[in-house]
């Protein structure tokens, strides 16, 4: 078969099952799979498919319809104003968690700032910051090995590995305890334990499960993060934070509980609570 023939029949695949947008997975799958632009299938659209680049695009196919995610099997998604190499056993970025970025750079100030990401996974935050900021250095940390690997390798490809460093441990846990920062910002797992079953199969089934899920509440990480952040922050230093939608009087009652002032509840696009803000004048 050729592009044109694959694609089709890749879409009715999908569609059969229920796969969301089966043509525009069925076009990046493909498009990955033989190192070309999407627009390149279509100027190429008679091209015939060798035996085994249709297997190959089969088993991409079949993966995908059993639930593995769309990101992990290109090993790239889109973040912010940038491109990310993702994989497997590292949390793929949400889109919300832009609404997480934007607030910061709308609260560093304009002058050579030191940043700490907690939970850092493929690097996505400290990146984007680091990208949009050419007097920012950047901590970013996190529980996983294989997520500073990436961290780093998307540092590299960005351009940005000289003012983005990296260190493996457990939230404030590679922090030495004298060292603050200007601003910590942090998208931490906040996925109620008990609400596994209701998540969708390629969320539930393929990505890590530490990245997701703080205990039944949801909030023990939060609480953690929260409850640590001023002993790490410059005197007028800030603290951002991503929460789950209905997290937002709890989060922001720590915030206040913890001295922090200027507290303030941002939605993402979809009007949902998404980001806590605060200030820390002690």
């Known amino acids: 078969m050729n592009v044109v023939e694959s694609l089709k029949k890749a879409t ?8 969301a947008s089966p043509r525009l997975n069925s076009e990046l799958l493909l498009s990955c ?5 999407r627009v390149e299938l279509y100027t190429g659209f008679d091209r015939e498919l060798t035996e085994e680049e249709a297997e190959r695009f089969k088993e991409m196919l079949m993966k995908r319809a ?16 940038a491109t990310y190499v993702v994989c497997p056993g590292v949390f793929i970025p949400r889109p919300e968690t832009e609404v997480l970025v934007e607030k ?7 002058r050579p700032v030191k940043v ?16 949009e900021r050419a007097n920012a250095e950047l901590l970013a940390t996190d529980i996983s090995a294989s997520a500073l690997v990436l961290c780093n390798r998307n540092a590299d490809r960005l351009g940005v590995s000289d003012r983005v460093g990296t260190a493996l441990g457990d939230l404030y846990e590679p922090i030495g305890p004298s060292e603050r920062f200007d601003m910590v910002i942090s998208n931490p797992p906040y996925i109620c334990s008990t609400e596994a079953g ?8 393929f990505e890590p499960p530490q990245a997701l899920y703080a205990g039944e509440s949801g909030m023990e990480v939060i609480r953690k993060l929260v409850s640590g952040a001023p002993g790490h ?8 934070i991503e929460i789950g939608e209905t997290q937002g009087a709890r989060s922001t009652a720590l ?28």
């Open 12 to 19: 009715e695949f999908l569609e059969r099952r229920d796969v």
């Open 233 to 240: 922050l410059k005197p007028g230093g800030l603290f951002a």
């Open 116 to 131: 700490l990401d907690i939970g850092t996974g493929n690097g996505c935050i400290a990146i984007s910051i680091a990208l």
């Open 66 to 81: 059993a639930g593995c995610p769309l990101q992990y099997l290109t090993g790239e998604t889109g973040f912010f104003s």
């Open 198 to 205: 209701e998540l969708d199969v390629e969320v539930r089934e």
């Open 104 to 110: 910061a750079l709308e609260m560093l100030p304009d």
């Open 33 to 37: 799979m033989l190192g070309i632009s």
């Open 255 to 282: 915030f206040e509980d913890a001295g922090f002032e200027e507290v303030e509840l941002a939605k993402d696009l979809a009007g949902r609570d998404r980001v806590v803000t605060g200030k820390y004048l002690k």
